[in-house]
């Protein structure tokens, strides 16, 4: 699935992740759209999206993050955000969970 990520969807979900005290997140795509979830928020980030797929992935690379507007691949073993401003890439192994 790809994701179309701006800044300001970055920090609407740092708002988020301090009503969740978990230290991960998962991306789903699905025929709603592109959402972000955690245990007590589920935000749905695009209603547009390129495909089918669900990832866990640890809240803290998220800070890894330039600020800068982003291109989000995501399978079932990686997300790679990909800045749309400079040449840069951000590969996060996603988590797997029991």
């Given amino acids: 699935m790809i994701l179309h990520w701006i800044l300001?969807?970055?920090?609407?979900?740092r708002?988020?992740?301090?009503l969740d005290k978990d230290e991960t997140f998962g991306i789903n795509s699905?025929?709603?759209?592109i959402n972000v979830n955690g245990k007590s928020f589920n935000v749905v980030l695009t209603p547009d999206t390129s495909g089918n797929?669900?990832?866990t992935v640890y809240k803290k690379y998220l800070n890894l993050l330039d600020?800068?507007?982003?291109?989000?691949?995501?399978s079932d073993?990686?997300?790679?955000?990909?800045?749309?401003?400079?040449?840069?890439?951000l590969t996060i192994s996603t988590c797997q969970t029991a």
Avoid: P, W
Wanted: charge should be negative; proline fraction near 0%; glycine fraction near 6%.
């Fill in 30 to 33: 699905d025929v709603q759209g």
């Fill in 67 to 74: 600020k800068e507007e982003q291109t989000v691949y995501v």
């Fill in 53 to 55: 797929g669900n990832v």
């Fill in 15 to 18: 708002i988020f992740f301090s």
């Fill in 77 to 89: 073993s990686k997300v790679v955000f990909e800045s749309n401003d400079s040449h840069t890439l």
């Fill in 8 to 13: 300001i969807q970055s920090v609407k979900l």
